[in-house]
T-cell receptor, first 113, second 112 residues
């Protein structure tokens, strides 16, 4: 069964450093998403990406965040200057159709120290 | 109100019993209601989904019941098994938007 692959599985970074979280969505999917889950809390939407541009973003997704699909297969989330409160599990997801049939990756646990 | 309220936070059910998780919403623009299952260390996986023109949808042991007038929907797991032990999230999608709004999650434990 096709999978969404995320790397790394765990990243520890110093506060103020830049991090890039990587995702390889399912190849025939057209919609790409990043969500995050702070430990023990609900899954929160960050951003959706379609047709090589951001189609929707939440209030969490401020100027510190950016997304890119640099080569037609990878989908990245960059956090420019990490804060302690950015510590969370970050999930990439993709879908064939808008908002339905999401497949989530296994996530990247980001720890900011 | 872009919120989905989920209850209970945790649930313990005996093997073979029925597990019931409830969700409620306010926003009448929601028109897509999926349920996700998440095992530790994994991403959420789509379990079953319903649209508001249907009051019930069944897939194997999993059933969604949907009450449009009450703005509530629930997941029923029949003949619950230890392998069903996981965290379950309800979610809702707004027509015309791409994001999903998730509930707080329910940690389900099925005792053997």
């Amino acid at each position: 069964e096709p999978e969404v692959t995320q790397t790394p599985s765990h990243q520890v970074t110093q506060m103020g450093q830049e991090v890039i979280l990587r995702c390889v969505p399912i190849s025939n999917h057209l919609y790409f998403y990043w969500y995050r889950q702070i430990l023990g809390q609900k899954v929160e939407f960050l951003v959706s990406f379609y047709n090589n541009e951001i189609s929707e973003k939440s209030e969490i997704f401020d100027d510190q965040f950016s997304v890119e699909r640099p080569d037609g297969s990878n989908f990245t989330l960059k956090i420019r200057s990490t804060k302690l409160e950015d510590s969370a599990m970050y999930f990439c997801a993709s879908s064939e159709a808008r908002r339905t049939g999401y497949t989530f990756g296994s996530g990247t646990r980001l720890t900011v120290v | 109100q872009q919120q989905v309220k989920q209850s209970p936070q945790s649930l313990i059910v005996q093997k073979g019993g029925i597990s019931i998780i409830n969700c409620a919403y306010e926003n009448t623009a929601f028109d897509y209601f999926p349920w996700y299952q998440q095992f530790p260390g994994k991403g959420p996986a789509l379990l079953i989904a319903i649209r508001p023109d249907v009051s019930e949808k069944k897939e194997g042991r999993f059933t969604i019941s949907f009450n449009k007038s009450a703005k509530q929907f629930s997941l029923h797991i029949m003949d619950s098994q230890p392998g069903d032990s996981a965290t379950y999230f309800c979610a809702a999608g707004v027509q015309g938007a791409q994001k999903l709004v998730f509930g707080q999650g329910t940690r389900l434990t099925i005792n053997p």
